[in-house]
């Protein structure tokens, strides 16, 4: 019986460590890359250390494995996002992997915003987001997901994608969210209880001191929103969830929202 040569498999893994040294200014401490995985630090304004995550592979193919370590000292304000959009092929059975792990002491920032991950038709996606943070410190953290190619008319009939998301603050678990959808996800999406047609949809989560007294601010500036979009706050949380028919729409509505929320320019990559 004469053997399959055994597929070649991306392991790519970014760490990135960040400290506030010289009184205001946020420097790295620690950086490491291997695989396709990059990361560029472009000059940015204001007081937070700008970081670029790059997939130099073009993509992601069945039984690809991306992580990223990231660690925020005291003080310090990080923002991350990615190159481009991430784009999830076809598998031919195996489930590519993205996991992200977080750390940020006390007094420190992360606005986690990556630009939107794209799955073809039969793509096999299992992402997951770990935050651990301490007492005093916040994190935004941002995530999109659009099913199918709409520029080529194509629907994601059939895959299976899971998005896993654990937020603990001062080492207990306060946000704990899964999404799991396989099989027939046209179908399903379809369906009135689950998207109605929407194949584009985003969640963003604030977790900060301040979080549940910006309610109503985040409601205001999601006003003239054309997503379905929602915004509640409880223990310390702010979470939005949006809900779109393209990509065009939510990244415009979520772009939108993080600018007047965050109070300061989106990242230059998001070519707006």
């Known amino acids: 019986m004469q053997l399959l040569p055994r597929r070649q498999r991306a392991d790519a893994r970014i760490a990135l460590a960040v400290a506030r040294l010289d009184g205001a200014v946020t420097r790295v401490t620690r950086i490491a890359e291997s695989g396709s995985a990059r990361l560029r630090l472009p000059k940015a304004d204001g007081p937070a ?6 997939n130099t592979g073009g993509g992601i193919a069945a039984g690809d494995r991306f992580a ?18 991430e784009k999830v092929y076809r598998s ?29 038709d039969e793509a096999r996606l299992r992402r997951s987001l770990e935050v651990e943070l301490e007492p005093g410190a916040s994190a935004l953290l941002f ?27 001062g080492g207990r678990l306060v946000f704990a969210d899964t999404l799991r959808i ?8 379809a369906k ?3 998207a109605a047609g929407r194949r584009a949809l985003a969640t963003l989560l604030y977790v900060a ?62 070519h707006l």
Do not use: K
């Not at 250390?49 to 790059?54: H, K, P, S």
């Not at 396989?182 to 999406?189: K, M, P, V, Y």
């Open 182 to 189: 396989t099989g027939s996800i046209a179908e399903r999406l």
């Open 92 to 120: 031919d059975g195996d489930t590519a992997e993205i996991a992200t792990a977080v750390r940020v002491a006390h007094g420190g920032r992360l606005d986690w915003i990556p630009q939107e991950t794209i799955l073809f």
């Open 49 to 54: 250390l700008e970081a670029v995550t790059i």
């Open 68 to 85: 990223a370590e990231i660690e925020v000292g005291a003080g310090a304000e990080l923002v991350v996002t990615t190159a481009a959009a």
């Open 209 to 270: 001191p301040d979080a549940e007294s910006r309610i109503e601010e985040a409601r205001a500036a999601l006003e003239g929103a054309l997503c379905e979009c929602g915004a509640s706050a409880w223990n310390g949380l702010l979470a939005l969830r949006f809900l779109s028919p393209d990509v065009e729409t939510l990244r415009r509505d979520t772009a939108r929202f993080m600018l007047a929320f965050r109070g300061r320019p989106m990242p230059r990559v998001w």
């Open 143 to 169: 995530e999109a997901t659009v099913f199918g190619r709409a520029a080529f008319g194509e629907a994601m009939r059939s895959g299976a994608y899971e998005e896993r998301w654990r937020i603990r603050r």
């Open 192 to 194: 009135p209880s689950v």
